[in-house]
Structures are given as structure tokens and as C-alpha cells.
């Protein structure tokens, strides 16, 4: 009940949040716009809220060339579900 209570409630905020954006004549371009704006795939890893770890790693694994860009979002993606499983398995018991 706590997880759901949780859920519902995050789920209302990012509505509440969004709203605006899926108001709008046209919802889709515009929440595409600001979901580009809040993870700049387009500018690099090594931009923003993320870099740390990325400048941390590309001592070893050179990412940006291993890597084509527009797998980047995927990559990210599940590095960090991957990072977060333990703790949400963890939390969930």
C-alpha cells in the first residue's frame, strides 16, 4: 500500500508538472522538447548532471567511441537501472 500510495503520488506530480506542455496544441513536440532540454543526449555525456561518472569511467572504457550517439539514451538508461536495482530491491522487501 505504501508503494502504491508513492506511485500515485509521483505519477500526480509529474501531471501536475507536465501539464502545461500536455495542454498544449500540440502535446507531443512539446514534452519531446522539454524531455531533450532536461537530458542533452545531443551535447554529450560529458555535460551536466551525469559527467562525474562518465569523465570517470572514459579513462577505461572510451564510450564516445565504442558507442554510436543515438544509443547513448539506451545506454544510460540502463546503467542507471542497473546502478539503482540493489537499493530499490532492498527497499522493496
Known amino acids: 500500500l505504501g508503494v502504491a500510495s508513492a506511485g ?3 505519477i500526480c506530480t509529474i501531471l501536475l508538472l ?3 506542455w500536455l495542454l498544449a ?8 522538447q522539454v524531455l531533450h532540454r532536461m537530458f542533452p543526449f545531443a551535447r554529450g ?6 559527467a562525474n561518472f562518465w569523465c570517470s569511467i ?3 572504457f572510451k564510450v564516445q567511441r565504442l558507442v ?3 544509443r547513448l539514451p539506451l545506454l544510460c ?3 542507471t537501472l542497473a546502478s539503482l536495482l540493489p537499493s530499490a530491491l532492498c527497499t522493496l522487501r
Open 8 to 10: 500515485v503520488a509521483v
Open 18 to 20: 507536465f501539464g502545461p
Open 25 to 32: 496544441q500540440q502535446p507531443l513536440p512539446a514534452v519531446l
Open 45 to 50: 555525456l560529458y555535460e551536466d548532471k551525469v
Open 58 to 60: 572514459s579513462v577505461v
Open 68 to 70: 554510436p550517439t543515438e
Open 77 to 79: 538508461a540502463s546503467t
